[in-house]
């Protein structure tokens, strides 16, 4: 991305959080949109995003990985939203149950038995597949980022990702997103 336009940006020029909202806003929106599956959140997910990068726009390294960082912090409101939708779900008494539960030796077993289960699920992707997403969700590269370093296009960085995460959920079921989306953010 242009140094110029972010440097602008930090600066407070709408006219550059514009065109930053525009360029960015609909992977943003469609990275929020598959991990939460429902378009109305994913746009007030988005929404909060670029509300974030405004308010902190002084934070803003222009030399950085500017599209690494917009998608970690949607991840981040993605997962804050999981977390809050499951505590407006669970009574406080509950979430205080689970927390002494989860410290528990069953649990850190159950833990040890799903994260081996997905490194399993993982390894049996196609070896190209299995790069591309270690590369994203492990080592938190950006698709540009990929698609250099395994000299390919970054629509097929994406297409791999997509099919890796559909392919986890099928693997491992409707719980999966939960999981992945806590342990990935680890």
Known sequence: MDN???????EGDREAFNTVYWRYSPRAYNTVLYLLNDSAIAEDVVQELFLTIW????????????EAYI??????????YVEEAFRKNHPMEEVDDIKL??????DLIEADSLREYLFNVISSF???????????RFENLSHAEIAQKLTLSE???EAHIYQALKELRKAMGDKALIFILLYLSM
């Open 4 to 10: 110029k336009l972010l440097y602008r940006l930090k």
């Open 55 to 66: 308010e902190k726009r002084e934070n803003i390294q222009p030399e950085l990985n500017f």
């Open 71 to 80: 998608s970690t912090i949607a991840r981040n409101l993605a997962y804050k």
């Open 101 to 106: 539960i989860s410290d528990s030796e069953e």
């Open 126 to 136: 196609p070896e190209m597949r299995r790069k591309v997403f270690i590369m994203s």
């Open 155 to 157: 629509r097929t960085v």
